[in-house]
């Protein structure tokens, strides 16, 4: 069988969310690379239109070139584990992949088998959500993780006290992989579902909820946090750059939800907001 290879050559602060967004289009592995990244598709099974509008995007924000050649299809796991370094978080959490030597020394210790989704804890949002996370009390605290990619949040939330985690995501891949890190770190209190968080039903409202996504994604989905958000609740939002903290607390601020604090890293940002 033959993939098609996509060679994207991008600052590293754009590898993550390019991958993200690609994902959309029928791109389904994924390798960061040195100058950027490395994306894979079964061999002319996806959109090049929408492909080349998110590549065009990016193209007027940031220096960005790629191209496109075919190989035949790698044993992908193999490759992966040639370049997967475990992440340290405030030497509180770890986050690393199955065949690394556990390391007692950490309050945290999280198993992350990322496959084809999205959210290891290398990229600097997912560091800065864990970061936010370690300071929030989630003990019983009912908690949604949107948009949860590998769950790494997910599982954080759970091996920090939640009493249940409720989380989801738009992509197929997510959900397999997802469940299969929830299990491999013994978290059955965390429920994984296929789609966006307007179409789902939620039986109460939450203590926390997370989301790790995109910038234009959360000013959309911020009436929707607020609303399934308790009074005093907190709402931990990553995906963005330092200098769109501004419109993101404006949003935010609209829907009755003030910002407490920010976390930055290597030009992105993390905020947490409290419901008012």
Not at 37 to 53: G, P, R, T, V
Not at 138 to 153: F, P
Not at 236 to 241: C, D, H, R, V
Request: overall charge negative; glycine content about 4%; aromatic content about 10%.
């Amino acid at each position: 069988m033959y993939h098609t290879r996509l060679s994207i050559t991008c600052a590293t602060d754009y590898a993550e969310i390019l991958m993200a967004e690609i994902a959309e289009t029928g791109f389904d592995t994924f390798m960061e690379t040195e100058t950027g990244i490395e994306a894979y598709a079964e061999e002319d099974k996806f959109n090049k239109a929408d492909l080349l509008s998110i590549l065009e995007r990016y193209q007027q924000q940031s220096t960005l070139s790629w191209h496109f050649d075919t190989i035949e299809k790698k044993n992908w796991n193999e490759e992966w584990e040639k370049n997967y370094e475990p992440v340290i978080v405030d030497d509180r959490c770890i986050i690393r992949a199955a065949f690394h030597q556990p390391e007692k020394k950490y309050t945290y210790d999280i198993i992350i088998t990322p496959k084809m989704s999205f959210g290891t804890g290398h990229h600097a949002t997912t560091h800065l959500m864990i970061k936010h996370q370690l300071d929030i009390n989630h003990q019983n605290k009912l908690v949604m993780d949107a948009g949860c990619g590998t769950a790494v949040l997910s599982v954080m939330a759970a091996k920090h006290g939640a009493s249940f985690v409720d989380a989801f995501d738009i992509d197929a891949w997510s959900i397999e992989n997802g469940k299969e890190n929830a299990e491999m770190n013994n978290c059955p209190n965390i429920r994984i579902r296929q789609g966006k968080i307007s179409d789902l039903k939620f039986n109460e409202p939450f203590d926390i909820i997370l989301a790790n996504i995109n910038k234009n994604i959360l000013l959309m989905e911020m009436p929707y946090y607020s609303t399934y958000l308790k009074k005093d609740g907190l709402l931990l939002l990553s995906g963005f750059y330092e200098h769109d903290i501004a419109d993101i607390e404006n949003r935010a601020k609209g829907e009755n939800l003030i910002l407490q604090h920010i976390h930055t890293l290597e030009t992105w940002a993390a905020v947490l907001c409290k419901k008012m």
